[in-house]
Structures are given as structure tokens and as C-alpha cells.
């Protein structure tokens, strides 16, 4: 299929439709509002029927997205950092019901503010609800991830964060398709009750979100989103996250760094790429885009 020119957001979009969603769910918020716009726009999506909708506010476009991946259908779900305070309550309680059809939040951040009243991490939010987070570091591997997002996503019968940035969500690049999927049949789970989180089904539901810590982080050491290139120098390791990654080899036009480099886009952190690092250089040097 031939490239397209697109925004960050809009490879996000176009990947959603490309891999078989069934819905998407938002609230509109700058640097996310774009992604939910070009589905609207599409007139591919309206051929295959694609519910695309704005909502009252982030805890009702993840509550209907949830709903839609309780039934078996892929959706997605979109909102600025903030608005992932919001949706906060749904967002923390779909890990412990756990997902049937794959389900991603998409999570656009907003490093210094431009427009936006703090810069919060969402990460950190990831890390506490203890679910996979996908940070991609350039508009083709945002394209590539949402297909990898909702494979992880109905491997683990979990939800996925993928989280951009501004900078990433409103830059253009050349982005090469792959072949639309089907959208899944409806299917409700075979165990209808880890829906309902009453104290008794609650904490077994919880106990099995602890059990796939161990997954997610087998998961994310075997990541091919996760790597280590070698360099010549020891005597400096750099870890670049996400689209710091991008600006690292931006300072280096034939893209040869002479230090170790572990790249993370995948999260939990590759605790073996960073112990490798660690122990193999000097000193190290972290890049993100993030919370200070």
C-alpha cells in the first residue's frame, strides 16, 4: 500500500481503522483531538460502519469504549492527560475486570504546556493502574504499535495505554500502511461475573492482575519495541523513551551514536536491557518527554 503523509494523531486514526475497531470513544482535548477527528472524517470507516463519537466527557468515552470491548468488538479511546483524571475511576477498575475484546487509551500528554494547565505523566498513571503502556517514538511506530496494541491487549485480556506526546501527536511523517483487519464478531467472555466487582469477585480478579505483572514484564524484555545498540564508547549509556528517542538521533544525521543506547517505548521498564546498560557504561544519561 502506498505511504501517507499524516500526522501523528491521524497515523494513530488510520491504524485504529486499519486494524478492525468497531468504535472509538472521546472527549475532544488538544493534542488528542485530531485522532478522533480524521475517524469522523473517514470515509473508509463509514463503509465499514465505525462508530465514531464525541462524549459528554473521558469517563464516559471510556466507559462506552469498555462496553463495546466487554462485547467482543476492538475499540479505542481518546484524551488529553488531564482527561485521564477524569476517566480515573473507569480507567483503574478496567484492569481489575480485565478487557474481552482489545481495548486501547490513548493518552496525549502535553510536555511544557502548551496547551494544557500542568504536564502530567501519564505513565505514572500506567504504572499505578499496572497495565502495558506503549510510548511509540515517531509516527510510524504509533501506526505499527496500535496493531501490537490490541494484540497485547486480547492476549492478555487486558487494556493498553498508548501514550504520545504533543510533539509527536502534531508532526507530520510518511507512514506505510498494512493490510486492513476484520472487525471482530461480537462475543461476550466465558466468565460474565469478573464484570461485577463485588469485594468477592474483585479481589480474585485482582489477585490474577498481579499474577500477569510477571508476563507484562517477560512481555516487555522481549519487546522488539524495546532494544539495545551497542556503541564504541562506555564511557556514557543513554536511555532515550519514546520520542526522546527521536531527538537523540536527530543530533546524529548518519544515525551512528558512539554510546550504548536503550531504547523504550514498551512498558514495565526492560529491567534487563537497563541492567545491561547499567553494568556495561560509566555514567548514563536518561531522555524523555515528560514530568520533570
Known amino acids: 500500500m502506498q505511504k501517507l503523509l499524516l500526522l501523528g494523531d491521524e497515523a494513530i486514526a488510520q491504524a485504529a481503522i486499519d486494524a478492525g475497531i468497531s468504535g472509538i470513544y ?3 482535548g ?4 485530531e485522532i478522533t477527528e480524521y475517524v469522523r472524517a473517514s470515509p473508509e470507516a463509514k463503509a465499514k460502519g465505525i462508530v465514531a463519537s464525541w462524549c459528554a466527557n473521558e469517563k464516559t468515552a471510556a466507559e462506552t469504549a469498555l462496553g463495546m470491548s466487554y462485547a467482543g468488538k476492538r475499540a479505542i479511546t481518546c484524551m488529553k492527560h488531564v482527561g485521564l483524571n477524569v476517566a480515573a475511576d473507569l480507567f483503574m477498575n478496567s484492569t481489575i475486570t480485565g478487557a474481552n475484546g482489545g481495548i486501547l487509551f490513548v ?3 502535553d510536555p511544557t504546556m502548551h496547551s494544557s494547565q500542568n504536564e502530567q505523566d501519564s505513565r505514572v498513571y500506567g504504572n499505578f493502574a499496572m497495565l502495558p503502556v506503549l510510548e511509540p517514538s515517531n509516527q510510524q511506530e504509533a501506526y505499527d504499535m496500535v496493531h501490537y496494541g490490541f494484540d497485547l491487549s486480547e492476549k492478555f485480556q487486558i487494556p493498553v495505554m498508548l501514550r504520545i506526546t504533543t510533539r509527536l501527536a502534531h508532526s507530520r511523517a510518511g507512514i506505510a500502511r498494512i493490510p486492513s483487519r476484520e ?3 461480537l462475543q461476550l467472555p466465558s466468565n460474565l461475573r469478573q464484570f461485577v466487582l463485588l469485594p468477592s469477585i474483585a479481589r480474585k480478579q485482582y489477585k490474577q ?3 500477569k505483572q510477571e508476563l507484562f514484564n517477560k512481555e516487555s524484555n522481549n519487546s522488539p519495541y ?5 556503541g564504541t564508547d562506555k564511557s556514557l549509556g543513554i536511555v532515550a523513551c519514546g520520542i526522546a528517542y527521536n531527538y537523540l538521533m536527530e543530533n546524529y544525521p548518519d544515525r551512528i551514536v558512539p554510546y550504548p543506547v536503550v531504547k523504550i517505548t514498551q512498558y514495565p521498564l526492560p529491567s534487563n ?3 545491561q546498560i547499567y553494568e556495561e557504561c560509566d555514567s548514563l ?3 524523555e518527554d515528560g514530568y520533570p
Not at 488538544?30 to 483531538?33: A, G, L, V
Not at 524495546?226 to 551497542?230: A, L, M, P, V
Open 26 to 28: 472521546s472527549y475532544p
Open 30 to 33: 488538544t493534542p488528542s483531538t
Open 107 to 109: 493518552v496525549a500528554d
Open 183 to 185: 472487525q471482530n464478531k
Open 209 to 211: 492482575l498481579i499474577e
Open 226 to 230: 524495546n532494544t539495545y545498540t551497542t
Open 273 to 275: 536491557l537497563i541492567k
Open 285 to 287: 544519561l536518561v531522555l
